[in-house]
């Protein structure tokens, strides 16, 4: 059982890895941003996370306008939001190519590949914007200790898809 676990655990890791951090749907046009969800509910799903497009209003800050629309949820049936009701943004910081968010209590009750889930969505959706190369989530102003990862970019995620295995 446990091997399946890792097995699934490092596939999910894996094919949110593989999307990179800015990678951008085709079919969509300049301002564009992918707002990534949860694919799990959906059995027939091919990935583990799906997108849907959003497009800032004229003059719209760009991290609080995706982190708003990556908590008001998905659109589509086909996907669901990867945190738990009830989960706030308490506050955000650009530094040095680090977004440092602050989420509410809700998002340490995420365990498993609903973290790695949840975690991938904040990753990818976040690093298209401009000068964000990593998330650093912390909840209540605390790091996730059974998190093996902390500042989640493209390489850290693929890092621990082998460390997982080992």
């Known amino acids: 059982m446990r091997k399946r676990v ?5 596939l999910c890791l894996l094919v949110v890895g593989l999307c990179g951090c800015s990678q951008r749907s085709g079919g969509g046009k300049a301002g564009d941003y992918q707002i990534y ?4 509910p959906n059995q ?5 996370v799906g997108c849907e497009t959003w497009t800032p209003e004229t003059g ?15 659109t589509d049936p086909e996907l669901a939001s990867p945190f738990p009701d009830g989960t706030r943004l308490l ?9 440092r968010l602050d989420l509410s209590e809700q998002y340490g009750d995420l365990t498993g590949i609903d973290l790695t889930v949840a975690d991938g969505c904040l990753s990818l ?14 909840v209540e102003g605390s790091e ?23």
Do not use: F, H, M
């Not at 890792?6 to 490092?10: E, Q």
């Not at 969800?37 to 799990?40: D, P």
């Not at 506050?91 to 977004?99: A, D, I, M, Q, T």
């Open 6 to 10: 890792l097995s699934s655990l490092a």
């Open 37 to 40: 969800y949860s694919a799990l």
């Open 44 to 48: 027939n799903a091919p990935l583990a």
């Open 60 to 74: 719209e800050q760009i991290i609080p306008g995706l982190l708003e629309a990556l908590l008001a949820g998905p």
């Open 91 to 99: 506050g955000w910081k650009l530094e040095e190519g680090c977004l």
């Open 125 to 138: 959706t976040l690093c298209q914007a401009e000068g964000v190369e990593s998330v650093y989530v912390t």
């Open 144 to 166: 996730i200790p059974y998190r093996p990862i902390q500042k989640l970019t493209e390489a850290d995620i693929l890092t621990a898809v082998y460390e997982a295995g080992t």
